[in-house]
Every structure is written in C-alpha cells, then in structure tokens.
C-alpha cells in the first residue's frame, strides 16, 4: 500500500492574480507556475492543460528576467523546465511584490495541485544570494517586504477529510498564546548536499534536535525505549509520513502489534494501542501523542470500510545521515509554530476532544 495525503491554500500570481492551488510545504523554497506556453509542447501538453496557465502579457506587474530554469520538486516526482519571471504573488491578503518563480514551459503528468508554497527558513540557510530563485520562498518575500506581523506562520493540519486545516501568515492560532505552547530551538549545525532526497528535506531548514523516543506499552510499568542515536528531526508539512531509523520503525511496529510498514488494524482498535512520546532539544521537552495521531486513516474502497495504516517509515533505503523526518501523522495532533526570528518551532497538542 502506497499512498500520499496534502494540505492545501489558494494563491494568486500576477495582476490581475491568476488563482493557483498550491501545496503548503515547510520543506520548499522553490516557487513554479505552469506557463501558458507549457501548452506548445507536444509531449507535456495534456498535462499543461488541466492547470491554470500564467501568461505573463496579461499582467501589469510582470517583470522579465528569462534565465532558463529547472525544478525538480522531489515529495512529488515533479520535474519542470522553463524560465525565471518575477511578477507578485498574492496569498491571505498580502501582495508579495515582484517574486521571483520558474514559468514551466515543459511539466510531467502532474495533476494533484498547480504549484507548492515554499515555506523555508530563508535564503542564508543554503549561502545562497537572496535573489536566487531557487532558494527565494515566497515566506522569505513575506519577511523580506515586512508584510507580516511578526516573521512566524502556524499550522494546524487536518486529521481526516471532515476537517479544516488553517495556515496563519504572521501570527498564532487563534485559540493559542505563546504561554500554552513548547519552544524548541531549531538547529541549524547540519546539512547533507551531495544527495537529493536530504538536501530536498534539509534545505527549509525547520529542523530540530530529538533526544530520546519511547513507547507507553500496555503491560509495562515503564516506557519502552525505542531510539538509540539522537538525531536531528526535519518538521515538514509535505511529507506524508515519519521517518525513522529501520530498527526504531522495527521497535515501534512491535509495540503497537504491526507487522511491516504501511500495515494496519481496524480503527476501533485505537483505544486498546500505547502512546508514543518525543523528547525535544537542549531541555529535554516531551510530545505525547496517541493511536489517533500517528495512525494514518485510509478508506478502503474495495472493501468499504476504514483502515489505520502505520505512518512509520524505515529510512534505511536512505541511508543513515542523522536526520529523521516528522511529517504529517506527527503534525496532525499538534499546533505548531514556525519562528523565523526566535529561530525555534513551538508545539502544543491538540488534544482529543473532537476526534474520538
């Protein structure tokens, strides 16, 4: 079983704005629009079609630079080529002038949402220049033209279909203050560039330092360990699951009576499974999440009913570099706080009060 979930929000690009579906990910920068003269290709005309097409003669702020352009945008197997256009980008009610992006001339077969919102820390987290185009996300925009009021987004994400999502460009969640949350300090010390899987991840540079893992099974008096190497956590919104070392994965699956990746169990069985808890950076702060966080919920069509399919994904096809990856099934119990400036993400859990 193999599948992939994603939040998204509306932008616009021009004016007036071409309204566009983005993908919200804290891992990108990288900001793509299919191009009207995508539909000249042969090859890759069809998959140009399904999308809103940006034609730059029709907006009034659209600035030329035409230097040619490549993307590959790694979570979705998506690989572009085009030009370098610079226009304003339009997202909640802000106006981020004069954005730099790639105009997709040529675009695989790709029909999930029209483009991703790079939510990456800023351009100095790669030594890039600030007008790299490949680095230049449209949050750095946000910060760099003061637009927000503090240089912070918070995300809260959906655990099932019948629930609503929220990104807040330059605040908290609205039910939240500072007090009610956890701060942890990212940590900036690592980076892995000679692989495109890591430096895809790496590259937002929303990460963390995780100190310590374990298990509340039932039938032990304590926790069961179940990490043995820190690590350095990478938070992303994009990735649709939470990668650990092979042996933790193996641990963990053990614990909560699965057998392999991507098993399951019937979702009425939550309530008999252990919580998993999280030891966060330098002061050892601790996130506990149960059965309905980090099980993944999937309707089975062919047999009609619901499933809870395990999010814990070995990474050992790549490789140990010290990094791990909490994506989704770790957001979803959880508010979360991205700060720009406190250089720190900020947690509170969500609690179980509308979910079971």
Not at 38 to 61: A, F, R, V
Not at 272 to 300: A, F, K, M
Request: proline share 6%; glycine share 6%; with cysteine.
């Amino acid at each position: 079983m193999w599948f992939f979930s994603f939040y998204t929000t509306r932008i616009g690009v021009g004016n007036p704005p071409l309204m566009l579906t983005a993908n919200v990910d804290t891992s990108w920068s990288t900001l793509f629009v299919p191009s009207v003269n995508c539909t000249s290709d042969t090859q890759t005309h069809q998959s140009c079609k399904i999308h809103p097409l940006y034609n730059s003669s029709l907006s009034s702020t659209y600035r030329p630079d035409l230097s040619p352009a490549s993307v590959k945008y790694e979570e979705w197997g998506l690989r572009t080529k085009g030009n370098v256009s610079q226009d304003s980008i339009h997202a909640a009610d802000m106006e981020i002038k004069g954005q730099m992006f790639e105009e997709a001339i040529t675009l695989d077969e790709f029909h999930i949402f029209d483009t991703a919102l790079g939510l990456s820390l800023f351009p100095s987290r790669s030594g890039a220049e600030p007008d790299d185009f490949m680095t230049a996300s449209p949050f750095n925009g946000m910060i760099q033209q003061g637009l927000l009021d503090a240089n912070i987004f918070s995300l809260t994400l959906t655990r099932n279909d019948q629930e609503r999502g929220e990104l807040v460009l330059g605040g908290l969640p609205s039910n939240l203050t500072r007090e009610d949350m956890i701060e942890v300090p990212l940590d900036l010390s690592k980076t892995y560039n000679s692989d495109h899987f890591w430096r895809y991840y790496t590259m937002g540079g929303w990460q963390i330092p995780v100190t310590n893992m374990s298990i509340s099974s039932y039938g032990y008096q304590d926790p069961i360990p179940v990490l043995e190497t820190p690590q350095i956590a990478i938070i992303s919104s994009s990735c649709s699951w939470i990668g650990l070392p092979t042996e933790t994965v193996t641990k963990i699956h053990a614990a909560i009576g699965m057998n392999y990746t991507y098993d399951w169990i019937h979702c009425d069985n939550r309530k008999e499974l252990p919580n998993w808890t999280i030891v966060l950076g330098p002061h050892g702060q601790r996130i506990t999440l149960s059965p309905w966080d980090y099980l993944i919920e999937v309707y089975d069509k062919v047999y009609k009913h619901l499933k809870c399919v395990s999010a814990f994904f070995p990474l050992e096809r790549y490789g140990d570099k010290g990094f791990i990856i909490l994506g989704q099934p770790f957001l979803n119990g959880l508010y979360s706080v991205f700060d720009a400036d406190r250089l720190s993400i900020s947690f509170a859990n969500r609690g179980l009060e509308n979910w079971r």
